[in-house]
């Protein structure tokens, strides 16, 4: 992914992101009254297990920063920003495990912290499951098949059903490859179904999400039932738009197993960055949860199983990683002054 094209204009990836670390970067020097030139950015652990891949997503970020008007930029693993962020609320000696589950990526770091708050970082692993994928799961077992995924799209001369296209089902599972249904050669086949297909409603309904632009609508709807799960035993993904009439319920335990294979990278995860540290789980004291995903009771029932002795802290889901930037910038200017 190099760019995109917005109202006839063409931006590359790093001027899409100047943009916001512009506003950032003004904004802060409205409220500071005095030029802001340096930057401490976090960034996941992994951005692709192909270390070229990572590097350069990292660099694409930089240049962008270089772009908003930031002559200095670093950057800082996310967990490890986590983490300073808890030790400054509870600075004692402890040995934690820092589960960073966001929107993209889990971040799991071990480390030990001394009495004076001093951070020794024994592992660091990246695991590329976030949150989005589980919406994507929902969308695939769940929701998908009410926009004739499981439907025919024809019937054969022979009588013999013509299932939806696998290719055209994997498009639904992102709200990012929903637009590619509108090609000329997609809309043909949506168009079949519509036509001679055994579900008519399904197929007008995949043919608006498309055309009209709702696949992002859609998975609003699906965030939203999904976080209601962690508070409630069962939610309701609603959609009702033009053709679209969708009314889907979800229960947590259906959830659960919708994203069966994304717990078990996430237990693979824990396993694997625990035998990286050298530890066994009994030595871990503390399990600082952060990043919303980390709030899902399957997630947190996994950590209590795999680390049974620690304190699980749900730290600030959402402030904890810009939360410890900001103290070791601090930490940072003080040194240097």
């Given at each position: 992914?190099?760019?995109?094209?917005?109202?006839?204009?063409?931006y590359?990836?790093?001027?899409?992101?100047?943009?916001?670390?512009?506003?950032?970067?003004?904004?802060?020097?409205?409220?500071?009254?005095?030029?802001?030139?340096?930057?401490?950015?976090?960034?996941?652990?992994?951005?692709?297990?192909?270390?070229?891949?990572?590097?350069?997503?990292?660099?694409?970020?930089?240049?962008a920063?270089?772009?908003?008007?930031f002559?200095?930029?670093?950057?800082?693993?996310?967990?490890?920003?986590a983490?300073?962020?808890?030790?400054?609320?509870?600075?004692?000696?402890?040995?934690?495990?820092?589960?960073?589950?966001?929107?993209?990526t889990?971040?799991?770091?071990?480390?030990?912290?001394?009495?004076?708050?001093?951070?020794?970082?024994?592992?660091?692993?990246?695991?590329?499951?976030?949150?989005?994928?589980?919406?994507?799961?929902?969308m695939?077992?769940?929701?998908?098949?009410?926009?004739?995924?499981?439907?025919?799209?024809?019937?054969?001369?022979?009588?013999r059903?013509?299932?939806?296209?696998?290719?055209?089902?994997?498009?639904?599972?992102?709200?990012?490859t929903?637009?590619?249904?509108?090609?000329?050669?997609?809309?043909?086949i949506?168009?079949?179904?519509?036509?001679?297909?055994?579900n008519r409603?399904?197929?007008?309904?995949?043919?608006?999400?498309?055309?009209?632009?709702?696949?992002?609508?859609?998975?609003?709807?699906?965030?939203q039932?999904?976080?209601?799960?962690s508070?409630?035993?069962a939610?309701?993904?609603?959609?009702?738009?033009?053709?679209?009439?969708?009314?889907?319920?979800?229960?947590?335990?259906?959830?659960?197993?919708?994203?069966?294979?994304?717990?078990?990278?996430?237990?693979?995860?824990?396993?694997?960055?625990?035998?990286?540290?050298?530890?066994?789980?009994?030595?871990?004291?503390?399990?600082?949860?952060t990043?919303?995903?980390?709030?899902?009771?399957?997630?947190?029932?996994?950590?209590?199983?795999?680390?049974?002795?620690?304190?699980?802290?749900?730290?600030?889901?959402?402030?904890?990683?810009?939360?410890?930037?900001?103290?070791?910038?601090?930490?940072?200017?003080?040194?240097?002054?």
């Amino acid at each position: 992914y190099q760019g995109s094209a917005i109202f006839g204009t063409y931006y590359t990836v790093e001027e899409l992101i100047a943009f916001i670390l512009r506003h950032v970067r003004q904004r802060s020097e409205q409220y500071l009254g005095q030029p802001v030139q340096q930057a401490l950015i976090g960034r996941p652990v992994t951005f692709s297990h192909d270390p070229a891949v990572d590097q350069r997503a990292e660099e694409k970020i930089r240049r962008a920063a270089h772009l908003a008007g930031f002559a200095q930029v670093d950057f800082m693993p996310e967990p490890v920003a986590a983490a300073a962020f808890h030790v400054n609320r509870t600075p004692h000696e402890q040995t934690l495990l820092v589960f960073d589950f966001g929107g993209g990526t889990l971040d799991l770091t071990v480390l030990k912290v001394s009495a004076t708050g001093q951070q020794q970082v024994l592992a660091s692993l990246g695991i590329l499951v976030g949150g989005d994928d589980l919406d994507s799961a929902i969308m695939r077992g769940k929701v998908a098949p009410h926009f004739g995924t499981q439907s025919a799209i024809d019937v054969n001369f022979d009588g013999r059903l013509i299932p939806f296209p696998e290719h055209l089902a994997e498009l639904l599972e992102q709200w990012q490859t929903i637009p590619a249904l509108t090609r000329p050669e997609n809309l043909q086949i949506i168009q079949r179904g519509i036509q001679y297909g055994n579900n008519r409603a399904a197929f007008q309904a995949l043919e608006t999400l498309a055309t009209q632009n709702y696949g992002f609508a859609l998975f609003q709807a699906i965030e939203q039932a999904k976080h209601e799960l962690s508070q409630q035993l069962a939610s309701t993904i609603k959609l009702q738009l033009a053709d679209i009439h969708l009314a889907v319920e979800l229960g947590r335990e259906e959830f659960n197993g919708l994203i069966g294979t994304e717990r078990a990278e996430v237990r693979r995860g824990i396993r694997e960055a625990m035998a990286a540290a050298g530890l066994n789980p009994e030595q871990v004291e503390v399990v600082v949860a952060t990043g919303g995903s980390s709030s899902i009771p399957a997630f947190q029932a996994l950590l209590r199983h795999e680390i049974p002795g620690a304190e699980i802290v749900v730290s600030d889901l959402f402030g904890s990683v810009t939360g410890g930037l900001a103290i070791h910038a601090y930490q940072h200017q003080l040194a240097s002054a």
